[in-house]
Structures are given as structure tokens and as C-alpha cells.
């Protein structure tokens, strides 16, 4: 008896492989392919394959990584160069702040300094002895109307018409305005300004007058008494508003004419409004 083998073809095993492949379910997949890919990497790692499939990723992505790595490096010295430039303008920022309040203090202590010494000046030719002062810094100047500003006012005891005189004890004006913070002192140039003065030398009275534009003349000088150029001009009581003996000007020139009862003469003023800072007013004497 002979037995008959009949061999099927690879064909269709392979296509009943795939049909009972394709037929898992859903959930046996799910289970399957991890197992296979565990089993996978555990071989790999077990032989040296692996050895080289990492020796081959190596190659790969080292060139990738120097690239990033490199690129990361200089991200990372660019934002160090921003940080450290935002710090250096910060500590600019605090150097400029300092060097400013170092220029305030100075400031302040030259205006001490500068006030000591008007104030030294004044006790020096004895002022405190013979008025009661308030001392005042010019904060303004209106020249063409023969005017000037000073910073102290109503709060400090500053009264109207009070005499405003130099350290050198020159006389300046008059207060003319007060206000609760400063005062508008009228120039003795002014136009408007009238007082009593007398030739010192020579005991010879007249009137002084403002002309305007930083001009003083005396008025009112009898024609037959001789006054010469470089005498000097001060402040007499009458009228009470000035104390007497204080310096208003110089003798510049003479004016004379037969005609006319009395001479005149243009006077220098005292002071140079251009070197004015700091003045003194009068409250009492």
C-alpha cells in the first residue's frame, strides 16, 4: 500500500497566514506588537547588533548635536552679553544719580560758602551793629525796568519801601512790591525814585532822581556851590525811609548854567548790577 503526499502551495499558506493574521482581534494586536517589540530590543541589546545600531546613531545625529550645542553656546553668550550690558546700564544710571546729588551738595555748600563770606564782609564793615538785616538772593532781573527780584517776601518779615543795600553797604533800591515768597525791589535808577542825598565830603544837600537804564542824577544843587567829579554821594534821614550814610553813587559830571538857579550833575551809581547776587535789607534801624 502506498501513501500519497500532496504538498500545498507556499501561496496559499501564506495567504491563510495573512487571513489569520488579519483576524486578531483588536485587543490580541494591542498585546502582541509590544511584546514583539520588547522582545525586539532585548535581543538587540543582547548581541552586537545593538553596538552597532548605537555606534551608527552616534554618527548620525553627532554632527546634529555639535550644531545645536554650538548654536546653544552662542544663544547662551549672546543673552550673558545682553544681561551684562543691561547691568552696566544700570550701574551708569546709579554713577550718574551719585555724581548728580555729589553736584547738589557742592552746589549747596558754595552757596554757604559764598553767603558766609557776604555775611563776614558785612560784619566786617560792622552793618549788624548799626541795622537789623535780612539777607536775600536775587531771583531775577528785569534790567530795562530798572528792577530786580529777590527770594525772600511776606513769610520772612520783608515790608514795603524797606532800604536794600550791598554788603558793602551801597544802597541798591528800595523794596517797591512784597509778596508771600519774594519781593520787587525798584532800583535807585529807576524813573520813579526820589531821595534825599547829600555830597559827603562837603556837606552839600540835593536830591537824588532816577533816569532809567541804570542812570542817577543830582538835582537841585545851589548853582554857586562849587561840586566836584569823584565826590561822593550817601543818604540823609529826611523822609525816614533811609537811614543815613549809606553810598549812592559818585559824581561823574557836572551840568551848570547861568540861567538857572541850580546845577546838576550825573552820577555813578554805586553798584554793578552784573555783579549782583546776594543783598542785604534793611527791617530796622
Same mark, same amino acid.
Given at each position: 500500500?502506498?501513501? /500519497?503526499?500532496?504538498?500545498?502551495?507556499?501561496?496559499?499558506?501564506?495567504?491563510?497566514?495573512?487571513?489569520?493574521?488579519?483576524?486578531?482581534?483588536?485587543?490580541?494586536?494591542?498585546?502582541? /506588537?509590544?511584546?514583539?517589540?520588547?522582545?525586539?530590543?532585548?535581543?538587540?541589546?543582547?548581541?552586537?547588533?545593538?553596538?552597532?545600531?548605537?555606534?551608527?546613531?552616534?554618527?548620525?545625529?553627532?554632527?546634529?548635536?555639535?550644531?545645536?550645542?554650538?548654536?546653544?553656546?552662542?544663544?547662551?553668550?549672546?543673552?550673558?552679553?545682553?544681561?551684562?550690558?543691561?547691568?552696566?546700564?544700570?550701574?551708569?544710571?546709579?554713577?550718574?544719580?551719585?555724581?548728580?546729588?555729589?553736584?547738589?551738595?557742592?552746589?549747596?555748600?558754595?552757596?554757604?560758602?559764598?553767603?558766609?563770606?557776604?555775611?563776614?564782609?558785612?560784619?566786617?564793615?560792622?552793618?549788624?551793629?548799626?541795622?537789623?538785616?535780612?539777607?536775600?538772593?536775587?531771583?531775577?532781573?528785569?534790567?530795562?525796568?530798572?528792577?530786580?527780584?529777590?527770594?525772600?517776601?511776606?513769610?520772612?518779615?520783608?515790608?514795603?519801601?524797606?532800604?536794600?543795600?550791598?554788603?558793602?553797604?551801597?544802597?541798591?533800591?528800595?523794596?517797591?512790591?512784597?509778596?508771600?515768597?519774594?519781593?520787587?525791589?525798584?532800583?535807585?535808577?529807576?524813573?520813579?525814585?526820589?531821595?534825599?542825598?547829600?555830597?559827603?565830603?562837603?556837606?552839600?544837600?540835593?536830591?537824588?532822581?532816577?533816569?532809567?537804564?541804570?542812570?542817577?542824577?543830582?538835582?537841585?544843587?545851589?548853582?554857586?556851590?562849587?561840586?566836584?567829579?569823584?565826590?561822593?554821594?550817601?543818604?540823609?534821614?529826611?523822609?525816614? /525811609?533811609?537811614?543815613?550814610?549809606?553810598?549812592?553813587?559818585?559824581?561823574?559830571?557836572?551840568?551848570?548854567?547861568?540861567?538857572?538857579?541850580?546845577?546838576?550833575?550825573?552820577?555813578?551809581?554805586?553798584?554793578?548790577?552784573?555783579?549782583?547776587?546776594?543783598?542785604?535789607?534793611?527791617?530796622?534801624?
Amino acid at each position: 500500500m502506498s501513501i /500519497i503526499f500532496i504538498q500545498k502551495p507556499l501561496s496559499s499558506l501564506k495567504k491563510r497566514g495573512k487571513i489569520n493574521l488579519m483576524a486578531l482581534s483588536p485587543k490580541l494586536k494591542i498585546i502582541i /506588537i509590544p511584546a514583539l517589540l520588547v522582545a525586539l530590543f532585548i535581543i538587540l541589546n543582547l548581541t552586537q547588533a545593538s553596538q552597532i545600531i548605537k555606534n551608527l546613531f552616534y554618527l548620525i545625529s553627532s554632527p546634529i548635536q555639535k550644531t545645536f550645542w554650538q548654536a546653544g553656546d552662542s544663544l547662551s553668550d549672546f543673552f550673558e552679553a545682553i544681561s551684562q550690558s543691561q547691568n552696566l546700564q544700570k550701574e551708569n544710571q546709579a554713577l550718574k544719580l551719585k555724581i548728580q546729588t555729589l553736584e547738589a551738595e557742592i552746589t549747596r555748600l558754595q552757596e554757604f560758602k559764598n553767603e558766609n563770606e557776604i555775611l563776614r564782609e558785612a560784619l566786617g564793615i560792622g552793618l549788624e551793629k548799626d541795622f537789623k538785616l535780612a539777607l536775600a538772593d536775587i531771583s531775577g532781573k528785569d534790567i530795562a525796568q530798572d528792577l530786580i527780584f529777590i527770594d525772600k517776601g511776606e513769610k520772612d518779615g520783608i515790608l514795603e519801601h524797606s532800604p536794600v543795600i550791598t554788603q558793602q553797604k551801597t544802597l541798591v533800591g528800595k523794596v517797591d512790591e512784597v509778596y508771600r515768597h519774594y519781593s520787587k525791589v525798584k532800583l535807585v535808577s529807576h524813573p520813579d525814585f526820589v531821595l534825599d542825598v547829600k555830597i559827603s565830603e562837603a556837606e552839600i544837600y540835593g536830591v537824588l532822581k532816577g533816569r532809567g537804564n541804570l542812570r542817577l542824577y543830582l538835582d537841585f544843587v545851589p548853582a554857586d556851590i562849587e561840586i566836584k567829579i569823584g565826590e561822593k554821594i550817601v543818604t540823609t534821614p529826611i523822609g525816614g /525811609i533811609f537811614p543815613e550814610g549809606i553810598l549812592a553813587g559818585a559824581i561823574k559830571e557836572v551840568k551848570k548854567s547861568d540861567v538857572q538857579p541850580f546845577q546838576m550833575a550825573e552820577i555813578e551809581p554805586a553798584f554793578d548790577i552784573g555783579e549782583l547776587k546776594t543783598l542785604f535789607i534793611i527791617t530796622e534801624f
